[in-house]
């Protein structure tokens, strides 16, 4: 049976706006028409040209265009052209080249291999866009198709749209049912010289959330967790999504005076610390480990109250709902390329968003392993990586700065079994990412997000991932740069970055006067400077509260920054603000000198004055033993204190 035919005059087009990858994402079009029982809908980026899947309740499959000038194979991004994939029967069948007929329907869900393909995982996985007719199931529809088009080792995006005015969105326990049914037996967890599948993963937390609700807790509460990474801290969270309850993680490194202020502001039902963590398990070892009763939540409800660094004032609770966190884990599936046979190395806190928006929820939503280590620890790093042969790892600036410091021949093993290091949390200078190259053989995907949106741009697997540059926007994320006039900026012009998309929160938490000031016209104020290439690649400058503005001059410290650190005698440098009766402010320097170094600042002043343009020169260095930084690693400069 004839199930695919090559068409070699429909050249495939790469699209300039997202660098090397073929297709923009689908868009998604209303679900209108009841008839059909289930429907596929994309839109290709470059000819605005639709096409079409559907279903009918007798399971009859209709194509309504040639579906493969909209979809792309795994494969195909890399080399440029299209491989014949598997073909999936059942609700549609999706090939890399012109239908010539569609096949019979097909309701066991069997999977039929093309002969002309080999047997490689990954290669031919597609990603489409669901919508579903208001009186069908959004959930059963999820599972029916995540069994059809994930089953050699991706994940669909299922995103099911609002019909009629009923909104049928999942919420995160219904994601992530969708990893732990079909991979109840896959080893899914490394945690302290212990493997847990994914099936003991979703008992634990099912125990858990029953041990959480025999204490009290029920939908719309709030659970503070004061923990470091953990198994049990895992099970926390998984159990707040699946009864609704309010996860509020709190920064360890946090002591009283900060946490006063979130519980008083979060008001949570109960505080979980280390000490009561005994207890709980010896409650949840009495529980049933079975399925929860449906909760009833949908994706607009808040999933976690995660608080803000507080670098610039009192700390605010950002609400991120379960779409937040669904959308933002699909994102990074498809941008990352991450599949369930990834091994995942997590070493980042769970109290940040960069471990439980990113790491957590990719883990989960992808179903790959995952080792989570209580912390980075610069002495036992590369024994991590070397035992356990991790594909893919998330960090921060200053854990590659410590990973610098591997043997060539560590980073070389190292290297040849990593496919991605990625790299966000703290603007990563581009010497360090250099180095790194050369050391590793791997470029950091350096990406960008905020509490209160998590992922926003990334740079592209595929294609530059540019020194300096935070990359192009994440699907469906809008972007544009204000300049301080509140005029548009045009590329390499500097200006506020402000940003629309599924991925921005919900508000601050009890704060609606702080939540109205952040948004303009539905888009969200970030605070960051930036620029935009002519290319579409954005840059980020600081943040808008770092600028420096003296004698008229708007200095952006990380410029001067990224100088410093291309200087072989400096570790570490940071630029800060100084008020100035003459100019309003002047920058000042703050040097983290390399063991061994001549402290020369007349020099290394002489040296700026070669580079830079006056106003920019810092007008002190000051050497300090290291910069205060937080527990992700960004440098905190109000802490730096100005010398007298």
């Known amino acids: ?149 994930v089953a050699y080792g991706s994940i669909t995006r299922i995103e099911p749209e609002k019909a009629k005015g009923e909104a049928l969105k999942m919420n995160l326990r219904q994601w992530f049912d969708l990893t732990f049914g079909p991979r109840a037996n896959q080893e899914a967890l490394e945690w302290a010289g212990q ?116 670098t610039t ?16 884990a699909m994102n990074l599936i498809e941008a990352w390329r991450i599949v369930p046979q990834d091994r995942f190395l997590l070493a980042p806190p769970l109290f940040h968003v960069h471990a439980l928006g990113n790491g957590l929820h990719c883990w989960l939503f992808s179903g790959c392993r995952m080792r989570l280590l209580e912390r980075f620890d610069h002495h036992t790093a590369v024994e991590q990586f070397l035992d356990f042969k991790p594909s893919l790892f998330f960090g921060v600036p200053a854990m590659y700065v410590r990973l610098l410091e591997t043997t060539a021949a560590q980073a070389r093993e190292i290297g040849r079994r990593m496919r991605l290091f990625v790299c966000g949390s703290a603007p990563l200078p581009a010497q360090i990412l250099e180095e790194f190259r050369a050391l590793f053989g791997h470029t950091i995907l350096e990406r960008y997000g905020m509490t209160e949106t998590i992922m926003n741009v990334s740079n592209p697997y595929d294609g530059e991932r540019r020194p300096g540059s935070i990359g192009l926007p994440l699907p469906n994320v809008r972007i544009k740069i204000i300049k301080p006039d509140g005029a548009p900026a045009a590329a390499g012009e500097t200006g506020e970055l402000w940003l629309q998309g599924p991925n921005v929160f919900a508000g601050y938490w009890r704060r609606p006067e702080a939540s109205e000031a952040a948004f303009v016209d539905g888009w969200f104020k970030t605070g960051d400077i930036g620029v935009r290439s002519a290319d579409g690649y954005f840059t980020l400058s600081g943040r808008k509260s770092d600028l420096i503005i003296s004698g008229g001059f708007n200095i952006y410290p990380r410029e001067i920054e990224e100088f410093l650190m291309e200087q072989p005698e400096i570790a570490e440098a940071a630029v800060a603000g100084e008020a100035d009766r003459v100019r309003g402010e002047i920058p000042v320097a703050y040097i983290v000198w390399r063991e061994g170094a001549t402290h020369d600042a007349v020099a290394l002043e002489a040296r700026c004055r070669e580079k830079l343009a006056s106003f920019k020169i810092p007008r002190r260095f000051e050497a300090i033993e290291k910069l205060p930084r937080n527990a992700l690693g960004k440098v905190q400069k109000h802490l730096l204190c100005p010398a007298s």
């Not at 609700?213 to 659970?223: F, H, N, P, Q, Y």
């Not at 360890?252 to 502001?265: A, K, N, P, V």
């Not at 005994?278 to 929860?292: C, H, M, T, V």
């Open 1 to 149: 049976m004839a199930l695919w035919k090559p068409n070699p005059e429909d050249p495939v087009k790469r699209s300039e706006h997202v660098g090397r990858r073929l297709f923009e994402e689908p868009t998604l079009t209303g679900a209108q028409d009841q008839k059909p029982l289930g429907r596929l809908d994309f839109r290709h980026f470059e000819e605005k040209r639709d096409a079409q899947i559907s279903v009918d309740r007798l399971g009859q499959t209709s194509v309504d265009k040639s579906v493969m000038r909209y979809l792309r194979p795994r494969a195909a991004v890399a080399s440029g052209r299209f491989r014949p994939p598997r073909a999936f029967t059942g609700w549609a069948v999706i090939t890399a080249g012109k239908l010539e007929k569609p096949p019979a329907p097909h309701r066991s869900h069997a999977v039929i291999p093309s002969p002309e393909v080999g047997d490689e995982l990954n290669e031919n996985v597609y990603h489409a866009h669901i919508t579903t007719p208001p009186d069908l199931d959004a959930y059963s529809m999820a599972l029916h198709l995540r069994e059809l088009f």
């Open 195 to 310: 493997v847990f599948t994914f099936g003991e993963v979703d008992a634990r937390s099912n125990r858990m959330a029953r041990t959480l609700e025999a204490r009290g807790l029920t939908k719309g509460d709030r659970l503070c967790v004061y923990l470091a990474n953990s198994i049990e801290m895992i099970d926390l969270y998984l159990a707040c999504v699946k009864l609704g309850v309010i996860f509020v993680p709190i920064n360890i490194l946090y002591r009283d005076r900060e946490m006063s202020h979130i519980l008083s502001d979060a008001e949570p039902k109960l505080l979980i610390t280390e000490k009561e963590i005994p207890g709980l398990l010896a409650e949840a070892s009495k529980q049933s480990g079975a399925k929860l009763p449906d909760s009833g939540l949908t994706g607009d409800d808040v999933a976690a109250l995660v608080y803000t660094s507080g």
């Open 313 to 328: 004032g009192v700390s605010k609770g950002d609400m991120l709902t379960h779409n937040n966190f669904a959308i933002n």
